[in-house]
Structure formats: C-alpha cells, structure tokens
C-alpha cells in the first residue's frame, strides 16, 4: 500500500479556482452565528481553542450559550451530552484530531450511543494544520467516526456549502461530526445551491471516469478534472460532502456510467472516503477500477497545508498525473 | 433542615433490604453480576429516590424532574430495582435482567430504561456529563438538582478531576456528586493499588464543598445531601463510607465478589441473611 513516488503532471498549469476571501473556520463560526440567531437552543462549546476555532463571533453574540471548559476535550464531550439530554443543541468545537482521539470515547459512548443531540465541529481536518506536525493532524478521524452508529459525518468544500452543512447538521436530529479545515480554501460553488445530507453533489459533469472528492479535496478534483481535458479525458467531479451515511446511488451511478473511479481524501486511504466508496462498489458488486488517493498509511510529515497535499498526491496536478498513470 | 424520622428512615431500610434481595435474583437468573459495588449503593440510591429526588414515573423524561447519573454503571443492577421499586416498570420485567435483547443490562441504556437518565458504563464519564444537564437547568431557570453517583475506584481516572474542576469553576451549586467509598476496585484496595486518599481534601482542593457521611444510614446520607442543598456556592461532594457487597457478610469488604457467579451454596447463604 506505500506508495510509490507520486509522479508529476507534465502538461500546461490550468487557471486555479478562486480563493475565498475568508478562513474557512472563520466562515463556519460565522454560518453558526447565524443559525443561532434563529434557534435558541444552540449553545458553543470549545476547549481553549476560541479563536481557532472561529468562535469569537458567537462567544460575543450569545454568551448566556457559550462556554470554553479549557482544555479538557474529554469533559466538552461530557457536557455537550449533558446539555442534550436537556434539548440543547451543543455545538462542541475542537480540532479535529482531538475531537475524533482524545475525545473518542466521549464521543462514542456519551453521544453516539445514547444519540444525543451533539455536533461536533472538528476544525483542522486533515493536514489543515500542516506545519504542526502528525500529532496535530487528523487524517484518522473520518474512519474513527464512520464506525458509530448513529454518526453522520459532513464535510462542506467552501464556504457555501458550509452554510448548508450547518444549517443542516443542526436541523439533523442526532450527532453529527462536521470537519472542517483552517484557512481559506477555494470557491466551488456561487449562487443557488441544493444541498441535502446523504445526497452527493455532481459539481462536474463528465462520461470517461469520476473524481470523488470530499472537503478541500473537491477542489483539487475540480483542478485535476480541468488538466485531465488537456489529454482529451473527461471526468464527472462528486462532492461526496456526507462521508456517512454515504451516497451509494451515486457511488453506482459513476461506477456503471464512467470507466474509473478515483477517490481523493485528505485522510488516510483506510476507511475514510475511499475505504466507503470501496465498501459500496464492493458490495453492489461493481467491478468499475477503483483508485483511492489520500495519505497511504503513513504519518503525513512536516510541510504547508498544500505542500502536504501535493506529496500526498491528493493536490489538482498530481491528481491528475496518477490518473495518467492508472490509465496506462 | 429536614431531617427523616425514624419512621422514614426505618421504612428505606426495609426498602434497601428488598433491593439487596432482588439484586441477588437477578444476578443468579442472569448467572452472574457485579455484587461488590451495587451492594454497597443501595443505601445511596434508595435514599435519592425514597426521599430526596423529584420524579414522576409517569413522565421518566419530566423536564422539571431532578436528574440521577449513575456514574458508576456497573452498578446498573442496583439502579434497575430502584427505578422498578418506585414505578418507572414493572418490577417483573426485571427478571429479563442481561438477556439477549433485556432493556436491563450491566451497564445502564437510557434509551431502553424509564426513568434512567443517563446512559453509563465505562468510569470517568458521569461528572461532565452531570455539569452539562446543571448548566441546563441554570440556563433555563430551572430548579432541578443533578446528583451524580461516581465509584471511589472510579476517581482513579483522570477526567473525574477533569469535569471536577469545571463544576467548581462554574460554580454549579445545585449539582451534586456522591462517591461510593466501598474502598474496592476489581483488583482489590483502592489503597493498594492507586491511593485516593487523601480523597476527601483532594475534593476539597478542586474547589469542592466536601461532606462525609456512613453510606449505609439513609437517615445520615439524607442529611448530608440536605446540607449539600443548603451550600449555595459550588457544587457539593459526599463521600459515603460504604461497605463492598454490603449485606451478604461472606461478601463484604472482599473484591473478589466485585463481579462474581455464586455457588448454589453462596446463593442460599446470601437470601438466607437478606430474608432476616
């Protein structure tokens, strides 16, 4: 499963997406202001990480429903199931490796089990948080979360869809694990957009293979798909923004109409995205190629954000250049 | 203060022994259980539930009810008969007790229990959840209490201290955590193996208003959860003296009974001492 050297896309740069203007937890925080203002049971918890997380707006906003418990992660979990079982809708924020592992029994047996009314709002998903390290990643947590029950997971690519994502992990009855990243990320939806949990968005219409992405990896597919047309390839995009419960109909639907299948997480290849899309061709018996790109079984290193998507191979080019190479 | 007359008290003693007979019942249908500590919390939660606790069988999810964490899960089997005993279920359903399929297991489910108000099981998890459900009630004005029931063993993990310098912190006075000082742990002597004392001061020193009291003594524990209700400025601990496997005499004070499958022998000592 190591990898071998991920090779490099040799053909003309294409035009990169367009930056949002605002950090992406900074934009979360803002879109859980926002449902608050209309719901007065949505309370935020944080562990020492307010500013990092994108709170301030809604510590300032409503501070009769917000609290910081230090760091103690453990505990923010505890309460979070407490103030549930009351009919609050805790919003508990943390970064996501903390929330998903220090957290995780928490998680598992004080929310997931008893399906208390909590979101977790895990920031920092991936390699998000690059230059600190593997202890600060969180390249597990999608395939920690996939394994309990009553869990839905939902990770938004921009900052529209991060309103949707809120909107409706907080209208969601039950937990529910929102990853989320750091920094600004690119724009990949404008105007209008549909969103539904469980229900993939096509963001790219395309008939010889399909680029599964999820989070930040949306757009690398939107940049891989783009290069891929300078070979004459054309390649449907998925936004697959509920890792749990996962889109099958759409997973079939790619492997039956299109002749590959390329997932691309930044996660560890083992049970996240494309550990899913693998459980479901399987299953339905789709024998469609399948290539899962992510971080393959290794500790991600030390480097930028996009330093560490482009070594990971899971960066617009070097998409693009493995899928060259699957084609061969 | 309020005080139990001796009357009250006499008639939670007769309640307790009922308890300890149907934990024994239940524990030889279900061919095993843990004897230890549900033996020893049987004075503690047939007081909450006899004379301290606000509750309506009726509606076990009452928003105006006061809240019951037993922190120490295993202890399930103790739970079970108090919430049966006092109308939550019909007390006959507990003979499914540990069945495939039973809503009464060693470990309690919320979700499966009337009027069991947290789901519990693995130590360490009660307190901040305790914290959550008062912070609740302080927001919405409430005049529910929260008691939280923790195992002595059980302040050995680390998120007790954790979530026990949050309740401090927030001052949550009308929560209430009571610990089940039967001084045993699976393996044998809370003192042996990672000391807690001194526990008291330790509670003390994370901000706690600390009370002691003989856990056995309903009238004694009603006191001091009374005295808990008259502290106005943080939440309140009480440790209770407690006895491991308390009414069974060839049980007490012995952690090998912490989970245990009696013998034939065991099993007719242990009604034979109960029924006297």
């Known amino acids: ?328 | 203060m309020q005080t139990l007359t001796p009357e009250e008290k006499q008639e939670l003693d007769l309640i307790a022994n009922k308890m300890r007979s149907q934990i024994i019942e239940m524990f030889h249908v279900a061919g095993g259980g843990h004897f230890g500590g549900s033996l020893s919390v049987v004075e503690i939660l047939v007081t909450l539930y006899g004379a301290v606790v606000r509750f309506d069988p009726a509606q076990p999810r009452w928003e105006e009810r006061d809240r019951v964490i037993l922190s120490k899960g295993h202890a399930s089997g103790a739970l079970c008969p108090v919430l049966g005993h006092w109308g939550f279920f019909d007390e006959g359903l507990l003979d499914t007790f540990n069945q495939l399929d039973s809503p009464f297991g060693m470990h309690p489910d919320m979700n499966k229990i009337p009027g069991c108000d947290m789901s519990t099981g693995s130590l360490g998890h009660g307190l901040a959840v305790g914290i959550g459900m008062a912070l609740a009630g302080r927001a919405d004005d409430k005049d529910y209490r929260v008691y939280v029931v923790l195992g002595d063993g059980e302040c050995q993990e680390g998120t007790v201290w954790e979530a026990a310098m949050i309740g401090s912190h927030l001052k949550l006075n009308r929560l209430t955590a009571i610990v089940d000082r039967n001084r045993l742990s699976l393996d044998g002597a809370t003192e042996s193996i990672n000391a807690l004392e001194p526990l008291a001061d330790r509670w003390r020193s994370f901000g706690w208003h600390v009370l002691e009291c003989d856990g056995h003594d309903p009238a004694k524990i009603h006191q001091a959860i009374q005295q808990a209700h008259d502290y106005l400025d943080g939440p309140t601990v009480i440790v209770a003296n407690t006895v491991k496997g308390k009414g069974v005499s060839f049980m007490e004070n012995k952690y090998q009974y912490h989970y245990a499958i009696l013998t034939n022998e065991e099993l007719e000592a242990a009604r034979e001492e109960i029924a006297r």
């Open chain 1, 1 to 328: 499963m190591k990898s071998a050297k991920i090779p490099q896309w040799t053909g003309d740069p294409v035009q990169p997406l367009p930056m949002a203007d605002v950090a992406s937890r900074v934009a979360a925080g803002l879109c859980l202001v926002e449902e608050a203002r209309s719901n007065p049971d949505i309370w935020a918890l944080t562990s020492d990480v307010l500013n990092s997380t994108g709170l301030v707006p809604f510590a300032k906003a409503f501070p009769e429903r917000f609290l910081n418990v230090g760091i103690a992660e453990q505990s923010m979990m505890g309460i979070a199931a407490g103030l549930a079982t009351c009919g609050k809708i805790p919003v508990a924020a943390t970064f996501g490796f903390l929330a998903s592992m220090r957290a995780c029994e928490q998680v598992r047996s004080d929310i997931a089990y008893p399906n208390l009314n909590v979101k977790i709002y895990a920031t920092h998903a991936g390699v998000a948080l690059g230059k600190g390290g593997t202890t600060h990643h969180a390249l597990e947590d999608v395939a920690i979360m996939r394994t309990f029950a009553n869990m839905t997971i939902l990770e938004p690519a921009d900052v529209l869809e991060t309103q949707k994502v809120m909107a409706a992990a907080v209208a969601h009855q039950g937990p529910v694990y929102i990853r989320l990243r750091r920094g600004p990320g690119p724009v990949i939806y404008q105007g209008e957009l549909a969103y539904q949990i469980g229900k993939a968005n096509l963001v790219r219409e395309g008939n010889d293979l399909t680029l599964i992405g999820c989070g930040r990896t949306v757009g690398e597919c939107l940049l891989a798909a783009a290069l891929l047309t300078q070979r004459g390839i054309s390649a449907r995009v998925l936004d697959m923004h509920t890792l749990k419960p996962i889109d099958d109909e759409a997973i079939a639907a790619a492997a039956r109409e299109t002749r590959m299948v390329i997932t691309a997480e930044d996660h560890t290849i083992i049970g996240g995205l494309g550990g899913a899309v693998a459980e479901v061709m399987a299953e339905l018996g789709l024998a469609t190629p399948l290539r899962r790109l992510g971080v393959r079984d290794i500790y991600a290193g030390i480097g930028g954000e996009d330093e560490l998507l482009a070594k990971h191979g899971i960066a617009g080019p070097q998409i693009a250049a493995q899928v060259m190479q699957f084609l061969e």
